[in-house]
């Protein structure tokens, strides 16, 4: 198409992404004029009903905000609680989190890798279609997903909301027989993230790189999920506490989502390429040598490549169960007993799409009082506009239907959760 | 959307479609998450509508339409018309769907006051007062309790459904399947507040093998006695916002736990 004419990208459900939004992209020749992520799923206003209830209900309440990455919002629920109460947990019990948000990493990648992801390299609508010609490629996947929910399942009673996580710790936690009976799923795991890695290397990828401000959780020692400091590749280096000082929460219309900035600069960047390039380093060797082989070295600026890169993670995640589990002892007590006092408390932890932030401010009988939840895909939300102007406007000699595939794909490379932002995604663009 | 050819509905096989009202995505994803049985699943039927997983989506009318989610929007009461007129059978899916789910929280309170703390411009959003369950806008076939569902108890339905028979999802309370694990009653050996008695089994009495009390996420059992329950929780030293709290979660406009949050505070 030649550089005349308006011409509109339209797609009114975006698939394979969870929750429900809209695309609209408006171009006047090779020119965006106008791009909007609508999200028209409706609002179930969490932060408001939170106000009232009891903190130890947090983990359970927030976890339904998102049925695909309720650990997530269950681990940001209670490392937040646990600053406001002053509660320090058990050694142990940090590690059984992590291994918890292991599972729920392995699950919710090999879930967006294989069965959201991939058919758009391969040309399929979809898994099932998939299926018909790479039946073996979906059965492993579907494999791997299981061994992350069996993870979860047996730590957490279920894969969906489950019921063990509490503020001071867990109701109950696992035996070590318990655990190593998993060791051998997980290392059939950890191979077929290996073959994952192999495998998505082999996929073709469009040159598209952006200058992104990457944010990210850092800790000193390990590959962050937990704690750290708040980090990116422009400076930005903060106690999560410090993080609304720092990023602003935009309202615009067409969404029902907000858009989170960087204060004074604009867009960024969460999820597993902005902790990939940020944490490399800390990354076991395993994961390293799998992304070497792959010829995959930070930074990675193609949003695209995000699929190599959860596969590189999907590694970490697998090496990662294992080492907790062989040397686990379980703590001495469950959870810790959590008495009702005054408190603010803030916390980041890294869900599989990147960083979830939750603040509760209690009162002295332990009731929540304010509440504030601003989950990955609504930072990303300002980012996924941005690159969508730049990439709609290298598509503008392509015919309208694959353009709008293109795009779409685009948006699908960020793993949107829009019932998080939201708390579904339709495409459409529009050429003068 | 695409150059490529869409896959067609084989005409054969039954069709199914999938439709996401307020939730959280969970009770759909319960169906990707029947790891063992997803194959076996999509070999018997036509995914005809399902854009968590599709972007192939088919026109109507479907044999089985699964609704996750409450009705929260103007937008979204109308929609709810239009995929019953659709769906020959019509199956509701989670706590969202049967009882408005955690977002019914919202019926007790001032919505505009609620819109004004999550977002800076409430003109820009367009709710309803209430969040409601499926039921109060069509009729429906039949109501999948859980906040989440169980899995398998999704796959008796779809077989139970395709088969024309009567789905064998029991009725009764969690408290049958602690006494079938062999679990010692947590309520009564340790004085732990426990909604199991009310409410409706299907999740495997989790809670209470977890160590903790039942929150009620499958919603009242057939014939729950709220009224009984809320005296043994007084007697466990239960406050009555406590109890209220505890009726109102994720079934909280379920008709028996709405009357019995409201009934312990006025007595």
């Known amino acids: 198409m030649s550089g005349r004419g308006t011409r509109t990208i339209k797609v009114d459900t975006l698939a394979r992404v969870e929750g429900e939004g809209e695309l609209y992209i408006k171009m006047a020749g090779d020119r965006v004029s106008d791009v909007k992520l609508r999200i028209y799923e409706p609002p179930r206003m969490f932060e408001a009903f939170l106000r009232g209830r009891h903190f130890s209900e947090a983990p359970d309440i927030t976890a339904r905000i998102c049925g695909i990455c309720p650990i997530a919002y269950q681990m940001s629920a209670v490392h937040a609680m646990e600053r406001a109460l002053g509660i320090k947990i058990d050694p142990a019990v940090r590690l059984l989190r992590r291994l918890f948000y292991c599972g729920e990493w392995i699950e919710s990648h090999a879930l967006h890798v294989y069965m959201l992801h991939a058919p758009d390299f391969l040309g399929y609508q979809d898994v099932i279609e998939m299926a018909g010609d790479h039946r073996d490629v979906v059965e492993k996947a579907l494999r791997l997903k299981q061994i992350g929910n069996r993870l979860v399942q047996l730590m957490g009673g279920r894969e969906i909301h489950p019921i063990s996580a509490a503020v001071g710790g867990f109701y ?40 992104y401000e990457f944010v990210a959780l850092r800790h000193p020692a390990e590959y962050a ?61 395993t994961a390293r040598q799998a992304a070497a082989d792959a010829k995959l070295r930070p930074p990675v600026k193609n949003l695209f490549r995000s699929i190599q890169v959860r596969a590189v993670e999907l590694v970490f995640a697998c090496v990662e169960a294992l080492r907790i589990i062989v040397d686990y002892e379980p703590p001495s007590f469950p959870r810790v007993d959590v008495p009702n006092r005054t408190g603010v408390g803030q916390a980041i932890t890294e869900a599989p799409r990147g960083i979830l932030y939750h603040r509760y401010a209690v009162d002295e009988k332990g009731i929540i009082v304010t509440a504030k939840i601003i989950p990955p895909t609504s930072q990303n939300q300002r980012r996924i506009e941005d690159d969508l102007r730049e990439y709609a406007a290298q598509l503008a000699a392509w015919p309208l239907e694959e353009a709008t595939w293109k795009c779409e794909q685009a948006v699908r490379c960020y793993d949107p959760c829009i019932s998080c932002a939201t708390h579904f995604l339709k495409v459409v663009i529009q050429r003068e | 959307m695409s150059s490529e050819p869409k896959r067609k509905k084989s005409g054969l096989k039954p069709t199914i479609g999938v439709f996401k009202f307020a939730s959280c995505d969970g009770c759909q994803l319960s169906l990707l998450d029947a790891e ?40 979204d009461a109308q929609r709810i018309q239009e995929v019953r007129r659709k769906c020959k059978t019509l199956i509701t899916l989670g706590a969202c769907a049967t009882a408005g789910g955690v977002q019914a929280l919202r019926n007790w309170k001032d919505v505009d006051e609620f819109i004004g703390v999550v977002y800076a411009t409430p003109q820009f959003i367009s709710t309803l ?44 309370s969690v408290c049958m399947e602690c006494k079938r694990k062999g679990n010692v009653c947590i309520s009564v050996a340790r004085g732990i507040a426990c909604l199991g008695p009310v409410t409706q089994a299907g999740c495997g009495a989790l809670c209470p093998t977890y160590d903790r009390g039942c929150y009620g996420c499958f919603g009242p059992m057939e014939s729950p006695n709220t009224a009984s329950l809320t005296s043994q929780f007084r007697i466990l030293g239960q406050t009555d916002d406590q109890i209220s709290r505890a009726f109102r979660s994720f079934n909280a406009w379920a008709w028996q736990f709405r009357r019995a949050s409201e009934e312990c505070k006025r007595t």
């Open chain 1, 172 to 211: 109950k936690v696992p035996s070590k027989v318990q655990l190593r009976d998993l060791m051998d799923d997980l290392q059939w795991a950890l191979n077929a993230s290996l073959d994952t890695v192999r495998w998505t290397s082999t996929l073709q990828f469009p040159d598209f790189e952006q200058d």
């Open chain 1, 225 to 285: 999920l937990c704690e750290g400091r708040l980090v990116s590749n422009h400076g930005l280096d903060i106690d999560p506490a410090e993080y609304e000082d720092r990023f602003a929460e935009l309202h615009v219309k067409h969404s029902n989502a907000l858009h989170s900035i960087v204060r004074g600069r604009g867009s960024y960047l969460v999820g597993p390429l902005a902790r990939f390039n940020l944490n490399f380093d800390k990354l076991p060797d």
């Open chain 2, 36 to 75: 063992d049985e997803l194959l076996g699943v999509v070999g018997a039927v036509d995914i005809a509508y399902f854009p968590e997983a599709s972007r192939n989506m088919l026109e109507g009318p479907y044999d089985i339409g699964l609704v996750e989610g409450s009705i929260t929007t103007h937008h």
């Open chain 2, 129 to 172: 007062k209430l969040s409601t369950p499926i039921a109060e806008h069509v009729p429906v076939d039949f109501e999948l309790r859980g906040c989440p569902i169980n899995k398998y108890q999704l796959i008796e339905l779809i077989t139970a459904t395709l088969a024309g028979r009567k789905p064998n999802i029991p009725a009764y």
